[in-house]
């Protein structure tokens, strides 16, 4: 090769290198919709969604799913939106810094935290919220719906702050706010064919995700399903565990605890146009009164598969063990409290209502609580649809 030609070759090597290094440089990378979920969440699958809808529900479970059906895409968006704390104003707080998985979707804190200071309400269990009868939520049933109550604590000042109190803190700020997330359009278009985030979508399908959590699988459960009646003593059980299934089930006119009359098995949800229980406190303030509550989740995994609490217990957290909420239904002081449910009076005496007296000795109190720790499940405390789908930070 001559000088010349060799001159040449080099220089066009460094003509086509420079060109590469450009090209490189400029050319932008562009992901699929399901890499770029693979960017932000461990198990979120635009082609095989985990199971959602058509799960096993027992046969003698009366209210199925009294929202709308679950679908598994709306329901998998749901997820995603149930953890992402950009549906906060600040970037802190997300439905499940309030409903916590490992607590039944519960809350520890009396008061849960959020973006500007503490509710005025202990946070309710969130587990078996579609199998009762009825369809209004929150403590005072302000919510006609699941789609309505899951937008309030979004537009609540005080929990996620999305209130509308100024031009950037407005439902449709947040709209805007998520359509900017890479990953938001693109699950949006797997549930509704097109790219556009919206409040209806964000409504529907966090309440097809919060209608999903369902815990069936009790040794309550197991003992019904191997005698398929709820009256006779169940082969799986404790003699304390039967004694308390029976005084829970046995009205207190008979010798019972009554608790059947409001919290009827095989839910133990509240049943309904109940009214308040003879607990009005209000959180954080000893002065003032809350007649207000007429609604509790239900009964399912008061306490984990240990036998601990999922949370403290009633609207204003007041009761912090079992045996502390079998004591006030034991025997009801209703000074003051004119709006008890009638369900709780023993008898009407000169001056009004008397709370009910029970009598309960201290193994019936044991009993109870023993049979109470049967109605918890395992696979909602643990399963991976439920869980948090979001990659967390090493």
């Known amino acids: 090769m001559g000088k010349s030609h060799f001159i040449v070759s080099i220089c066009l090597l ?4 420079i060109f590469i290094g450009c090209q490189d440089s400029n050319d932008e990378v562009i992901l699929t919709e399901q890499e770029i979920l693979n960017n932000h969440f461990t198990n979120i699958n635009l082609s095989t969604t ?13 209210f199925v799913n009294t929202g709308n059906d679950v679908e598994n895409e709306k329901a998998q968006l749901g997820r995603v939106l149930f953890y992402d704390k950009n549906l906060s104003i600040d970037n802190s707080i997300s ?17 849960s935290i959020g973006v500007n200071g503490v509710t005025t309400r202990h946070s309710m269990r969130l587990v078996n919220a579609g199998y009762r009868p009825g369809t ?8 006609s719906s699941l789609e309505d109550q899951v937008l309030q604590p979004i537009q609540d000042h005080i929990e996620m702050g999305f209130s509308g109190s100024n031009d950037s803190n407005t439902l ?8 900017s997330l890479e990953y938001y359009p693109v699950l949006f278009k797997q549930v509704y064919g ?5 409040i209806e979508g964000i409504q529907e399908s966090l309440a097809n995700f919060v209608l999903s959590i369902q815990s069936f699988d009790s040794k309550f459960d197991e003992g019904l399903v191997q005698t398929g009646n709820i009256n006779t003593p169940f082969p799986n059980f404790t003699p304390s565990e039967n004694r308390g299934k029976r005084l829970f089930n046995t009205p207190a006119v008979n010798g019972g605890a009554g608790c059947v009359s409001c919290h009827a098995g095989p839910e133990f949800a509240i049943k309904d146009d109940i009214h ?3 607990v009005i406190g209000v959180l954080n303030n000893p002065n003032l009164n809350d007649h207000d509550n007429t609604r509790s989740p239900s009964l399912r995994d008061l306490t984990d598969p240990m036998g601990n609490l999922n949370g403290p217990l009633m609207h204003d957290a007041s009761l912090s063990t079992l045996l502390e909420m079998v004591n006030h239904y034991n025997q009801i002081d209703i000074a003051n409290q004119q709006l008890l449910d009638p369900l709780l009076f023993s008898s009407v005496g000169p001056n009004g209502p008397v709370g009910q007296d029970l009598q309960l000795t201290e193994t019936q109190k044991e009993d109870l609580i023993n049979f109470l720790r049967t109605l918890s499940g ?16 090493n």
Request: hydrophobic share 30%; net charge negative.
């Open 14 to 17: 460094v003509l086509s290198t």
């Open 50 to 62: 985990l199971p959602y809808q058509n799960t096993q529900v027992p046969n003698y479970i009366r």
């Open 95 to 111: 439905c499940a810094s309030c409903h916590i998985q490992s607590h039944a979707f519960g809350d520890l804190n009396m008061a």
């Open 136 to 143: 209004s939520y929150f403590w005072d049933e302000r919510a």
């Open 172 to 179: 449709e700020s947040l709209v805007q706010k998520l359509q």
């Open 194 to 198: 097109n790219e556009q985030v919206t």
């Open 276 to 278: 308040n229980n003879g």
């Open 378 to 393: 395992n696979s909602v405390y643990t399963d991976e649809k439920w869980s948090n789908p979001f990659i967390q930070p």
